[in-house]
């Protein structure tokens, strides 16, 4: 019988010694970093597993449709390095632009951002995000949950947006002004080892359900703003206004500053659309991936 227990007891603890502990030092970008990855936009045999820990997944199927490559850099290399003298890194982003970010021990936060407008009308603009929008937590374990409300406005006036987008309104306004605002929960919901293209890794799977609204306001002459938010999904081909809800699921390391592999799910958090994975194909900075280790 003590046998019985001591074994037990011994297959628990080592269990839980299976599951990794991330620190910001681990995988916070730090200037001088490239971040490459690439994206699989019709992965197959790619599953979301149920929560729980001591998993395997295998995404060896992962095919890099495209592929991309950030630099973290030094803040003063922007071009709106002005606009944020708080700021410590300097991120390209995902879809171009400059990300102006703070990053401290306990999280990794853009602060601001500069380039083409949230409408993808064509305006280059600079904006601060109030409060900060975080993209990673530390210390992450199995089990953590996080929440993060941001929210981001850009004023222009009409006549120095691009093309004649707003001349089909019934009303026209002097100025526009774009309101985004996110409301996102974050849970470390599975723990294990992942397989994808290249190389084996020791993981967290962070659960990511983001909740974004995107309106719309004008101001005529010395009115107030007056939401147009309705009017304008009538009337302009403005397909990112309105309200829309972001599943994905993260897979994080303690070995790497790219994340591993995120699936964009559909609403629901159950359908695989895309997968966009650490590129090993290139030879990275950061540390070699685990060894696989075998389950319990």
């Known amino acids: 019988m003590k046998h019985i227990l001591l074994t037990i007891l011994t297959f628990s603890v080592i269990g839980l010694s299976a599951q990794i502990t991330i620190q910001g030092s681990d995988y916070f970008p730090q200037i001088g970093d490239t971040l490459r990855t690439a994206t699989d936009a ?44 708080n700021a410590n890194q300097l991120f390209e982003q995902v879809e171009g632009g400059e990300g102006y970010y703070q990053s401290d021990e306990s999280s990794y936060r853009i602060i601001g951002f500069a380039g083409s407008d949230p409408l993808g ?9 109030t409060p900060p929008y975080v993209e990673r937590w530390a210390p992450l374990n199995f089990f953590d949950q996080n929440f993060n409300q941001s929210a981001l406005t850009v004023a222009v ?85 309105g309200v829309d809800t972001m599943v994905t699921y993260t897979f994080w390391s ?16 159950t359908q695989v659309e895309t997968v966009t994975f650490k590129s090993d194909d290139i030879i990275s900075s950061v540390q070699a991936p685990a060894a696989s280790k075998p389950q319990l």
Request: aromatic letters at 8%; proline letters at 7%; a negative charge.
């Open 157 to 241: 006036a009409a006549d120095d947006i691009p093309g004649n987008i707003f001349d089909d309104l019934p009303i026209s306004p002097d100025s526009i002004r774009v309101r985004v605002a996110t409301d996102r929960t974050d849970l470390v919901d599975a723990w294990g080892t992942l397989t994808i293209p290249g190389g084996t890794y020791d993981v967290l799977r962070e659960k990511r359900t983001e909740f974004r609204e995107v309106r719309l306001d004008a101001r005529i002459g010395p009115l107030a703003w007056t939401d147009i938010t309705d009017i304008a999904l009538e009337f302009l081909p403005i397909d990112e206004l």
């Open 42 to 85: 019709a992965p197959v045999g790619i599953n979301i597993t149920a929560p729980g820990g001591n998993q395997t997944w295998n995404f060896s199927s992962l095919q890099a449709g495209f592929s991309l490559e950030r630099i973290v850099q030094d803040v003063a290399d922007g071009d709106a390095a002005a606009d944020y003298p």
């Open 121 to 129: 009308q064509g305006l280059e603009i600079s904006a601060p995000f």
């Open 254 to 269: 303690n070995s790497a500053k790219e994340a591993i592999a995120v699936i964009n799910s559909d609403p629901t958090g």
